[in-house]
């Protein structure tokens, strides 16, 4: 065999430590050449070889599901949940530490790293992130570790989690990551909700909805996110707005929310769920006050690089004029250490609900 290669998210862009012959413009390794990783599973099987292969979470506590010493990578992580409480989803966290940081590379109830944004379960698909029947959950984003990796769930909730079950597939190289390879982040944010200011034009997006800020060098690779209506009308007039290295004005600007996420035309009321982008829920076909809608994009076609600092955006209606809530996980890699992640909203606050707004 030739020497080891490495490839990144794609076409070699984020480096993520694969094994030999893997092939240039994927993740996956090519199944004609002989692997030589070593294969893991972190899983909540029965110790005692029965078929209790779960575990019970306790209200305020916290369960590790994967801990384990690099270099390797995070190939693909499973859970489904079963819990009586309402919206359970926002209230269970999923956090991920890399190489024993002290603050988390990934922080954001579990419902929103998947793309449920709204609290509740919905079957969607793409390349990285899915949720199939009958709620199960699961994400394929490559994560490295050179030497840690550390993922928790912890139960925010007033309620037990009565089943939680889970598999986390990884590997562990022989041999060190490449060089400047990058971190896997994922930051929650919402706005509940958005504040709608009196403007018509909107240049510097100084009050948009942020998806993600980060510090230092890496690349944006897309968002998840939620939208629940506080007025009629369509909400999605909003463009999406990309500030690199501290540019005052963004280097990247849309035409209007439903276009950043590949639809056109309000999403022709019409769900849809593609491997790099789509629209899962659609509003019912209204778009009036409680009206809900989910979406979401990667750029596995071309990441955004930044190499000092980066903020994520998008308007909040026509130059922010509406004040809907919003939900979302942005998704990104990039260089150790990262600056902290926003704490998460106090769990009643992060409940979706009507929010009583003048504009």
């Not at 956090?95 to 988390?104: A, L, Q, S, V």
């Amino acid at each position: 065999m030739r020497g080891k290669k490495y490839l990144g998210l794609l076409a070699g862009v984020v480096l993520c430590a694969l094994t030999a012959g893997a092939q240039v413009g994927a993740w996956e390794p090519n199944l004609t050449l002989q692997q030589t990783y070593t294969p893991h599973r972190s899983s909540s099987w029965d110790r005692t070889g029965g078929n209790h292969d779960y575990l019970t979470v306790a209200p305020g506590a916290t369960v590790t599901v994967l801990n384990a010493d690099g270099p390797g990578e995070v190939s693909h992580i499973w859970f489904t949940l079963a819990d009586n409480e309402p919206y359970f989803l926002k209230r269970v966290v999923l956090r991920m530490y890399w190489d024993g940081e002290k603050d988390p590379s990934v922080d954001t109830p579990i419902g929103d790293f998947f793309g449920l944004g709204l609290g509740y379960y919905y079957t969607w698909h793409s390349a990285v992130l899915s949720v199939g029947n009958e709620r199960a959950m699961n994400c394929f984003f490559p994560m490295p570790f050179a030497r840690h990796a550390l993922i928790t769930v912890t139960n925010e909730g007033k309620q037990p989690i009565n089943a939680l079950y889970y598999n986390i597939d990884y590997r562990t190289y022989s041999h060190p990551l490449p060089k400047g390879t990058l971190y896997f982040h994922a930051e929650y944010r919402q706005a509940q909700p958005n504040h709608g200011v009196n403007a018509t034009k909107n240049l510097y997006g100084t009050n948009n909805y942020v998806w993600m800020t980060a510090k230092g060098h890496g690349q944006y690779v897309g968002v998840t996110m939620s939208v629940l209506e506080n007025q009629n009308g369509w909400w999605g007039e909003g463009d999406d707005m990309f500030f690199i290295d501290g540019a005052k004005r963004p280097q990247i600007e849309g035409t209007g929310s439903e276009d950043y996420f590949l639809g056109a035309w309000d999403f022709g009321d019409k769900p849809f769920s593609y491997s790099t982008y789509g629209a899962p829920v659609t509003g019912n076909g209204h778009e009036l006050e409680g009206s809900r809608w989910s979406m979401y994009r990667f750029h596995l076609d071309q990441p955004i690089p930044f190499m000092k600092s980066f903020k994520a955006t998008i308007e909040h209606g026509t130059a922010d004029d509406r004040s809907d809530n919003f939900y979302s996980v942005a998704y990104w890699y990039q260089s150790l250490p990262h600056a902290p992640l926003p704490k998460l909203p106090p769990v009643q606050d992060r409940i979706p609900r009507i929010v009583p707004v003048s504009k």
